[in-house]
Each structure stands twice: as structure tokens, then as C-alpha cells.
């Protein structure tokens, strides 16, 4: 699952499918694009079009795993 929302304050929070410590596929990026513009401003998708792909472990705030299923949530301020 991939997916672009809305925190709680107005800040992008992005859920990538797996650990932080792999790298994440091209799919994955082209489909975290694809998701995001249906969520974020033009300027805000320029911004996370660029930060997406340099995304580190210690950028995340979470990391979930259930049943060998891992979920890496990241949030991000974009002014």
C-alpha cells in the first residue's frame, strides 16, 4: 500500500509499503507521485517529487509491521 494523506495539522504524511531500511523500487516512487497528486498542491508535489526519493531511515517517524507486513510512515512539513 502506498498512500499520500493529511496529518492531523495540515502536514503530508506519506505510508510506503515495507522497511525504511530497503530501498524503496521506482514503482513504488512513480505510484507515490500518482497518489500524491490527488492530495497535494502543485507546488507541494514538486517539493515531495524531489524529497521522495532521498527519504532515509532517520526521516521516519514510524515503522509497523504486522503479520511480516511492514508499513514506513513518514511525515513531512512542505512549505
Not at 498512500?3 to 495540515?10: F, I, L
Request: include cysteine.
Amino acid at each position: 500500500m502506498t498512500a499520500v494523506v493529511r496529518g492531523s495539522t495540515g502536514e503530508t504524511v506519506i505510508l510506503l509499503p515495507g522497511d525504511a531500511r530497503q530501498e524503496v523500487s521506482e514503482a513504488t516512487l512513480t505510484d507515490l507521485i500518482k497518489v500524491a497528486s490527488a492530495v497535494l498542491s502543485t507546488a507541494e508535489l514538486q517539493t515531495i517529487s524531489k524529497i521522495v526519493p532521498r527519504l532515509t531511515i532517520s526521516q521516519m517517524d514510524s515503522c509497523v509491521s504486522v503479520d511480516g507486513m511492514a508499513l514506513t510512515v513518514y511525515r513531512l512539513t512542505v512549505d
